[in-house]
């Protein structure tokens, strides 16, 4: 009787065909996957992007930002969705535009409700490490949900003791998981300081003079007074805080690029920008005008993607789904519809929208755990300066409308071809309809605020002078609850 022939699964017989390819060629072997990547998310607090080098305005201001932009992305119209640092955070942390989350809105102490990237990241098993020089992100606003180790420090620290900060810091960090690293520091926020070596300043600028400017330009909001001299000084010394501030980026990414064993993508931005006397405005509060809207955004170490200069207009709230999206972090439509453009691709993005809420007048007393932000008085200002009331900024590119509380709109063109700084709503009345449309159609379809406003603790008194040092002026409740 002949015995029957025995057979072998389709399966084995490729296993088996694989492993007799393998011994001649070493064949068949699958690719190893890529670890997840460590991101850094650097905050430079305050620098405008014209203050960048790598956009061609600024002068070797910042050497590593620059480097990072010639290998990686370079954002040409990149936005901030609120003027100052705290809203401006939490929409970066939150993916929600300034109205959506409230804080620094009608509140200063972010919502636990509020579902931030750390949070969504430390979930999916990132290890989330933070360090800030501003005290408003930290734990006293709640602005650190999610991270594993966070620290504020003093603001403006030298680069020495910069680095050994975060030589401490990263000593926490635990090689077997990927990591999400931030860090904001304010070398080039006000008050603007003389360092010896500027070398925005002649070799030899008198510390003296260089500090009576920056005095002057202290009190100058809405001055009519001619403030060339004063302006150009400070503008020297802000330079100065943002090649200080490139110099611990630079410091940070060569670190980790040497400790890590990933991939290490780098974002580096700035919360907002500041104004130098633009419309005789000073400081970077009550204004959505482009000089404190217009950001730096550099993306580098993205696998597979070419280094470009990306002319698509993107907003902050587009930085949290990209970083959940490079971690390998699942989101949903909403979010996803939001991350950054890696290449030049053309179609449309979403409107671009900035809030600025007068806190002066919306916001109530500390005890609340709200502030007032008065470091620059308004009392010289005219209602042609603009400055009073809340504000809203769409872009829709080539064109921004503001939206003002007390004043007319405003319709600019945003082509370098055009005055950016003339009204065209008079000549171009349907592009003002249509974008005024939008913006009440966009606000219209935000949530409300997460969570019910909650009774905050004092900010401590530590944390009430170093904000007051940087120009923050944040009283006392009267007996009406008002601050004075």
């Not at 929409?91 to 535009?97: D, H, P, V, Y």
């Not at 070398?199 to 003296?208: A, I, Y």
């Not at 670190?255 to 993508?265: G, H, V, Y």
């Not at 633009?278 to 730096?296: A, F, K, T």
Request: proline fraction near 7%; charge should be negative; aromatic fraction near 6%.
């Amino acid at each position: 009787m002949t015995e029957p022939t025995p057979t072998i699964s389709a399966t084995r017989a490729a296993a088996l065909v694989c492993i007799l390819v393998a011994l001649a060629s070493l064949g068949c072997q699958r690719a190893p996957q890529q670890p997840a990547p460590t991101i850094l998310l650097f905050v430079a607090d305050t620098a405008r992007q014209d203050a960048v080098s790598a956009y061609g305005k600024a002068t070797e201001s910042t050497p590593t930002i620059d480097r990072l932009a010639k290998s990686g992305l370079l954002y040409r119209r990149a936005y901030t969705n609120a003027p100052w640092t705290l809203p401006s955070h939490a929409s970066m942390f939150s993916g929600l535009f300034p109205s959506e989350h409230s804080v620094g809105m009608t509140r200063t102490l972010a919502s636990d409700s509020l579902d931030m990237l750390a949070e969504r990241l430390q979930r999916a098993g990132v290890q989330t490490l933070g360090m800030s020089e501003n005290d408003w992100i930290s734990d006293t606003f709640n602005m650190t949900q999610g991270f594993d180790h966070f620290v504020t420090v003093k603001h403006r620290q030298s680069l020495a003791v910069f680095g050994r900060g975060m030589t401490e810091l990263l000593k926490l960090r635990d090689p077997t998981r990927p990591a999400f690293v931030f860090v904001n520091v304010m070398d080039a926020h006000g008050p603007f300081r003389y360092q010896p070596g500027n070398p925005f300043l002649p070799s030899d600028f008198s510390p003296q003079r260089a500090r009576a400017a920056a005095d002057k330009y202290s009190r100058s909001m809405c001055s009519a007074e001619d403030l060339s001299d004063v302006l150009a000084t400070v503008r020297a010394l802000y330079l100065d805080g943002a090649r200080r501030a490139d110099e611990k980026l630079g410091w940070l990414v060569d670190e980790l690029q040497a400790s890590e064993k990933r991939r290490l993508i780098t974002i580096a931005t700035s919360d907002h920008g500041h104004h130098f006397g633009e419309n005789q405005i000073i400081g970077h509060q009550y204004s959505v005008r482009e000089e404190l809207l217009l950001v730096p955004l550099v993306v580098h170490g993205l696998p597979d993607t070419a280094p470009t200069t990306i002319d698509t207009p993107v907003q902050h709230v587009d930085l949290m789904p990209s970083i959940l999206g490079w971690a390998g972090v699942a989101m949903d439509e909403r979010l996803a519809r939001r991350r950054l453009p890696v290449a030049n691709t053309g179609g449309v993005r979403p409107s671009i929208l900035a809030e600025f809420s007068d806190t002066a007048e919306n916001v109530k007393g500390a005890k609340a755990g709200m502030l007032r932000l008065l470091g620059l008085a308004r009392k010289r200002c005219l209602p042609e300066h603009r400055v009073f009331g809340n504000m809203r900024a769409l872009i829709q590119y080539p064109f921004k409308l503001i939206d003002y509380e007390r004043y007319s709109s405003e319709l600019y063109e945003l082509s370098s071809s055009t005055d950016t700084r003339r009204d065209i709503q008079a000549s171009k009345p349907e592009i003002a309809a249509r974008l005024d449309t939008a913006l009440e159609e966009l606000v219209s379809s935000f949530e409300p605020p997460p969570g019910d406003p909650v009774e905050v603790p004092p900010v401590p008194s530590e944390v009430l002078e170093r904000l007051r040092a940087l120009g923050y002026d944040l009283g006392e409740e009267n007996g009406k609850g008002e601050l004075q």
